[in-house]
């Protein structure tokens, strides 16, 4: 009994979570096309946030150049799709592959050298900001002026990945609802529990065994290949991309507050930091647009970031679990007084 | 039969310092032996070598027969030599349970199995009642026996303790002892180093005596406390104090 409820996430908290994703979808169903294309977007920058949040929250190594996979996934798609007319799940695996690699090799590069911490984050904003000034003069991939996919025209085709804005709305849910799956259960299994104890102390985790080196490349190799995806829905979705805006710093910058807010590490951190920030975004861009004041919008960022690591250092979800856990004990102590009671 | 730990002449030099100045000795496969000298002999160098934290600078390190010197630490570990640190080190986001499943990992990639050897671990230092509990909530000789329960849990041949029962009372520390008496029981190579010479005489069979990085004496506590070099240079003081 102790064993399986160790072993399997709690059976409230996977029912909650597909309560959750079924009103989502439901949602999908009924919103109007601005919050359809907002939500799509939020979708996608969680699911690249998780891949962020599982490196840093779980594998300990920062990364402030995630724009590089989430690039090298986009120009995947695109490319492939755009000039070959091959299918975008062709673009996915191919951009995997791509990342993956790239990934292990500037984690060996770097790791094998002891370039380590803020060192290596450093290194992640150098091989970003590389890759973008070599694709903005790449004329194959188009260059500065980018690439443009074909507008969408005839029924929705799941194997070609095209679609209308609520066709994109479910398949970014989709990959929501996948990248909560592989948090959760990497939390579970080994790795889960060999990358935290890495990331709270090197040194006593190889005392204990566990082969950092690997690991670290495992995990930045693994990251990567998880934003290359996001990255290639994002192209898909966007319908275009360009370097600055898919390789660019502000890519780098902007999936990392959802996680940060939302819970590092966490299942579900990445999507609730999310679905507060990136709205908070675009409406203080428009109230910013509205009365002249450009930069509205940064400066919304950064109060949200202050005011949650500031109140709520550990992420909104850890917080949302520990109250929680204190209710049902209270309750759970309420319902043993009642039987006493009734004795 | 080969011995189970061997050093022939290992050093290592720390700039103009010489930690570890030439140390040779071997370990059998069973039984307590402590590492003893005042501060600064070398000793934790000596088990930072042995474990793998730092390479010597000159000599050889043998475990069953294979030179391990120059191996990285968790490969050492994988080998058999499990390590505790003087400072205890516990991942302070983790159960005392998680703790321990960490060295497990070290062997088997199954959550429930490193779970079940977590457990098995716990239980024989005694910590088996409080598995599920937080880190914070732990007493200084707790987390003594949490870091011993790590290494056991990697599932050593040898057993590298670092200062286990510095800072108890000698009540904590004879449980301590009587913790390890049973490991050693089972079949386990326990080097200990220790600083409380009253406890080294009261766990170890054997006692190696480092001092200024040099081994200057090596045999049962009895020998050791009659040893005029030892008196001189380390004990004098402590049996005086």
Redesign the interface.
């Known amino acids: 009994m102790q064993k399986k409820r160790d072993a399997l996430p709690d059976r409230g908290a996977v029912l909650g979570c597909l309560a959750a994703f079924a009103v989502l979808a439901m949602l999908g169903g009924v919103l109007n096309p601005y919050l359809i294309s907002l939500l799509t977007i939020v979708f996608l920058f969680t699911f690249i946030g998780q891949s962020w949040s599982i490196m840093l929250g779980l594998g300990g190594q920062l990364s402030i150049g995630h724009a590089l996979f989430v690039g090298i996934g986009a120009y995947s798609v695109a490319v492939l799709n755009i000039r070959y007319g091959l299918s975008p799940w062709f673009g996915l695996v191919v951009g995997m592959a791509l990342a993956a690699t790239i990934g292990a090799t500037l984690a060996w590069l770097s790791f094998r050298f002891e370039v380590r911490g803020i060192y290596f984050a450093l290194l992640t904003i150098a091989a970003a900001e590389f890759s973008r000034v070599v694709f903005s003069g790449w004329e194959f991939v188009g260059g500065m002026q980018g690439l443009f996919f074909p507008a969408q025209s005839g029924p929705n085709s799941f194997w070609m990945l095209r679609g209308d804005a609520r066709f994109y709305y479910f398949v970014s849910l989709a990959a929501v609802l996948l990248g909560v799956s592989a948090t959760a259960l990497i939390r579970l299994s080994f790795l889960g529990y060999v990358w935290r104890a890495m990331r709270d102390d090197e040194d006593a985790s190889r005392a204990l065994g566990v082969r950092t080196f690997l690991h670290k490349i495992l995990v930045v190799s693994f990251s990567g290949a998880w934003a290359a995806i996001g990255g290639g829905l994002l192209a898909l979705v966007q319908g275009s991309v360009f370097p600055d805006s898919i390789m660019g710093m502000g890519i780098s910058v902007d999936i990392l507050v959802g996680p940060i807010v939302g819970g590092l590490g966490t299942a579900f951190g990445p999507l609730i930091g999310t679905l507060i920030t990136l709205p908070l975004d675009h409406l203080a861009s428009a109230i910013g647009n509205k009365f002249g004041i450009p930069g509205l919008n940064n400066v919304g960022y950064g109060l949200a970031l202050i005011a949650a690591v500031w109140l709520l250092p550990d992420g909104i979800w850890p917080a949302i679990v520990n109250s929680a856990k204190s209710i049902t004990r209270l309750s759970w102590f309420g319902n043993l007084q009642m039987e006493q009671v009734k004795k | 039969m080969t011995d189970l730990l061997e050093l022939d002449g290992v050093s290592r030099r720390f700039g103009g310092l010489l930690a570890v100045d030439n140390v040779s000795f071997r370990l059998k496969g069973e039984g307590i032996t402590a590492l003893v000298g005042p501060n600064g002999a070398g000793k934790t160098t000596c088990f930072n070598l042995i474990?793998g934290?730092l390479p010597p600078t000159q000599g050889s390190i043998r475990f069953g027969g294979e030179i391990i010197s120059g191996f990285?630490?968790?490969d050492i570990?994988?080998l058999g030599i499990g390590?505790t640190?003087q400072v205890v080190?516990p991942?302070?986001?983790?159960t005392v349970l998680?703790n321990v499943?960490?060295?497990a990992?070290?062997?088997?990639?199954?959550?429930?199995e490193?779970?079940d050897a977590a457990r098995e671990a716990l239980d024989m230092v005694g910590l088996g009642p409080k598995a599920e509990a937080g880190i914070s909530r732990l007493t200084l000789p707790d987390r003594k026996m949490l870091e011993t329960a790590?290494?056991l849990?990697?599932r050593p041949r040898l057993l590298l303790l670092d200062e286990v029962m510095a800072g108890l009372r000698p009540p904590e520390a004879a449980a301590v002892v009587a913790v390890l008496r049973r490991l050693a029981e089972r079949g386990l190579s326990i080097l200990l180093v220790e600083h409380v010479m009253r406890i080294v005489m009261e766990a170890a069979e054997h006692v190696i005596v480092l001092h200024h990085g040099a081994k200057i004496a090596e045999g049962t506590p009895r020998y050791i406390v009659s040893h005029p070099e030892v008196v001189a240079g380390y004990l004098g003081e402590a049996f005086r104090a």
Do not use: N, Q
């Open positions: 474990a934290a990285p630490a968790e570990c994988r390590r640190f080190r991942m302070r986001d983790m998680e499943m960490i060295g990992f070290s062997w088997t990639r199954k959550v429930s490193a779970r790590k290494a849990s990697t």
